[in-house]
């Protein structure tokens, strides 16, 4: 994950175009606490939020995608079928079924509240999301990276490896 120094912010790869039809999703994953942040394809258009609903801090991003079911009248007054608006544009919380608009993030129960959105653009057919650092894994020490890369090194009397 490359880091743009300027902004402290990552450029995280989440996928091919072609592994995102419309309706689909995946989650950039979570790691030491941290929400992870969910990334949608609607109707063609990448969005990416972070994946906590600030209700009670469920996992928004693995909820229902769908529309919102709009009447003009009370269900009981049996006056036509409600209309579904925003179809796959409506993310449900699933633990207590909160609305989020994935557009923009704005909650469609409480419009004081509204989740975290990121920056997503499209790169040599990939999907990139621009994230805070602090919203992403932590990478590991330099010395742990060589270490994976390298495996254990013997260190001699005169310091060198």
Wanted: proline share 11%; aromatic share 6%.
């Amino acid at each position: 994950m490359p880091l743009d120094a300027a902004n402290d912010v990552r450029r995280v790869v989440a996928g091919t175009v072609e592994e995102f039809a419309p309706g689909q999703r995946t989650i950039i994953v979570p790691f030491r606490g941290r929400a992870g942040i969910g990334v949608f394809n609607v109707n063609g258009q990448y969005y990416a939020l972070r994946n906590l609903c600030p209700h009670k801090l469920g996992p928004l991003c693995v909820g229902r995608v769908s529309g919102r079911p709009v009447a003009a009248a009370p269900p009981s007054s049996y006056l036509g079928e409600p209309e579904i608006v925003m179809d796959g544009e409506v993310l449900r919380c699933p633990w207590h079924l909160w609305e989020f608009d994935l557009t923009t993030g704005q909650c469609l129960v409480d419009p004081q509240m509204r989740v975290k959105m990121y920056p997503v653009a499209i790169e040599d057919g990939q999907v990139v999301v621009y994230a805070e650092r602090v919203d992403l894994p932590v990478p590991p020490p330099a010395h742990s990276r060589a270490m994976a890369e390298n495996g254990p090194q013997t260190v001699g009397e005169d310091g060198a490896v």
